[in-house]
């Protein structure tokens, strides 16, 4: 009896050690890179989605490779990661572990990483609808023929994704499809709410639970309920002065309702008094917001985005990397100062600076204008690669670096939280404009002529 006893506790201790080393091996919720010859990359920052938080990481990187823990976030790790001066988004789902391969012509991704896969894939095919240069009509035409093509892709693959891998897809490409056309209508100047070309909103399910969880998906939010709100109400509806009550009606989705209202008013107490502030997290309150998006709320303070108020000093540009060594802040004195807070990764950045080049030749011999570009791009190197690259180094034109972190000191005072973001600065180094003309406006050059 003794000799089965022991026998059966090998067993048992066999079995466990087994067991263990098996759990070492699939340990979940990692991201594995590694590159071959070498190849330099780095992430920058994660954002653990589904909540306000925007994470700063550093990957560690030995011997060209890294791994980064992801098990506590418990949500769709959303990441930026650059690799050969190439900017490229991934998702970790929650409790899964997957390497992703840098080599000099892009990712290889594991054979059953379906979502980075379809992602990657993505962003090559939406590159081309952004750079098209055909008619509006067939801009659209294009553009849903593309989304249907690619819902029909992603129902080969449901299968063999989750159910929040798929929704989370769904979202990308319903918010992707959307934002382009809401940006077209801001280049074709379709301004009328009422317009049949804003009908296509009908279709778009912002309530699918994952739509906040690509972070490009705010503003898609935001332009949807402008025009909701325009056909409801006949008024216009301002992100500065928000109607929560509006927004929890037409967001039936409560985790989406909460997280829009929740970033909305995080952008706004800035700008407001600590009265005003108590008085915006008690609607928020009321309007059964999330708590966790309310705790948010009552940590952003109130009253620091002086740079927004017309008439306040300009200060900070001087703390920012210039791309020229030579660049002082006395350069700017008495000259009118037309500020663009870009990022390569911005669409619509790169959309207005595309117009801004065109009427260039017409404006770069104003003596008393200076236009500084300050760039949000997520490291020094991608921001310089561009400047060479498309030579936007020119005459007038002063190229500054802040980096992707909206928590410098420069980027509070002017209350920069999306992009892009302009304004003005007039002869007396004080803010002057913090809503000017754009760059994609016809009378953008009679504006600057006439400073």
């Given at each position: 009896m003794k000799k089965i006893l022991i026998f059966i506790s090998i067993i048992t201790i066999g079995i466990i050690i087994l067991s263990c080393s098996n759990l070492k091996s699939k340990k979940k919720g990692f991201i594995h890179?590694?590159?071959?010859?070498?190849?330099?990359?780095?992430?920058?920052?994660?954002?653990?989605?589904?909540?306000?938080?925007?994470?700063?990481?550093?990957?560690?990187?030995?011997?060209?490779?890294?791994?980064?823990?992801?098990?506590?976030q418990g949500k769709f790790v959303q990441m930026f990661l650059m690799a050969n001066n190439k900017n490229y988004i991934l998702f970790a789902p929650p409790r899964k572990t997957i390497d992703i391969k840098i080599t000099k012509s892009g990712l290889e991704f594991d054979e059953k990483d379906y979502l980075n896969k379809f992602i990657h894939n993505f962003t090559l095919e939406i590159n081309t609808l952004f750079s098209s240069r055909k008619k509006l009509d067939k801009r659209i035409e294009d553009i849903n023929l593309a989304k249907k093509d690619l819902i029909t892709k992603l129902d080969?693959?449901?299968?063999?994704?989750?159910?929040?891998?798929?929704?989370?897809?769904?979202?990308?490409?319903?918010?992707?499809?959307?934002?382009?056309?809401?940006?077209?209508?801001?280049?074709?100047?379709?301004?009328?709410?009422?317009?049949?070309?804003?009908?296509?909103?009908k279709t778009l399910n912002i309530?699918?639970?994952?739509?906040?969880?690509?972070?490009?998906?705010?503003?898609?939010?935001?332009?949807?309920?402008?025009?909701r709100y325009f056909r409801r109400f006949n008024k216009n509806f301002y992100k500065s002065d928000p109607d929560i009550i509006f927004i929890n009606q037409e967001l039936n989705s409560k985790e989406v309702a909460s997280a829009f209202t929740g970033l909305i008013v995080s952008d706004l107490i800035p700008d407001v008094s600590k009265e005003e502030k108590?008085?915006?997290?008690?609607?928020?309150?009321?309007?059964?917001?999330?708590?966790?998006?309310?705790?948010?709320?009552?940590?952003?303070?109130?009253?620091?985005?002086?740079?927004k108020k017309v008439g306040n000093k300009a200060k900070y540009i001087e703390t920012l990397i210039s791309y020229n060594?030579?660049?002082?802040?006395?350069?700017?004195?008495?000259?009118?100062?037309?500020?663009?807070?870009?990022?390569?990764?911005?669409?619509?950045?790169?959309?207005?600076?595309?117009?801004?080049?065109?009427?260039?030749?017409?404006?770069?011999?104003?003596?008393?204008?200076?236009?500084?570009?300050?760039?949000?791009?997520?490291?020094?190197?991608?921001?310089?690669?561009?400047?060479?690259?498309?030579?936007?180094?020119?005459?007038?034109?002063?190229?500054?670096?802040?980096?992707?972190?909206?928590?410098?000191?420069?980027?509070?005072?002017?209350?920069?939280?999306?992009?892009?973001?302009?304004?003005?600065?007039?002869?007396?180094?004080?803010?002057?404009?913090?809503?000017?003309?754009?760059?994609?406006?016809?009378?953008?050059?009679?504006?600057?002529?006439?400073?």
């Open positions: 890179f590694y590159s071959d010859n070498n190849q330099t990359f780095s992430i920058t920052k994660f954002n653990n989605i589904g909540t306000l938080d925007i994470v700063k990481k550093k990957l560690f990187v030995k011997n060209t490779e890294g791994i980064l823990d992801t098990n506590k080969k693959i449901k299968k063999k994704l989750s159910q929040k891998e798929y929704n989370l897809l769904r979202a990308i490409i319903d918010g992707k499809m959307a934002h382009i056309k809401f940006m077209l209508a801001d280049t074709y100047k379709i301004k009328d709410y009422n317009n049949k070309y804003f009908d296509f909103i309530n699918n639970n994952q739509f906040m969880n690509f972070t490009d998906n705010v503003n898609v939010i935001h332009d949807y309920l402008k025009v108590e008085i915006l997290i008690e609607e928020m309150r009321i309007n059964n917001v999330f708590e966790k998006y309310i705790e948010h709320a009552k940590t952003v303070k109130a009253g620091t985005s002086l740079g060594k030579d660049f002082s802040i006395d350069m700017l004195k008495d000259k009118i100062v037309y500020v663009d807070n870009w990022a390569t990764w911005c669409g619509a950045c790169l959309h207005g600076i595309k117009y801004f080049n065109k009427k260039y030749s017409k404006i770069k011999d104003q003596k008393d204008v200076v236009f500084v570009f300050v760039s949000f791009d997520r490291n020094e190197e991608i921001w310089r690669n561009y400047i060479k690259k498309h030579n936007f180094n020119k005459k007038n034109i002063i190229h500054l670096f802040n980096s992707e972190d909206m928590d410098t000191k420069y980027a509070k005072y002017y209350g920069i939280r999306s992009l892009p973001y302009a304004y003005i600065i007039d002869k007396n180094h004080k803010v002057a404009n913090t809503k000017p003309v754009t760059f994609e406006e016809a009378s953008f050059i009679s504006f600057i002529k006439n400073k």
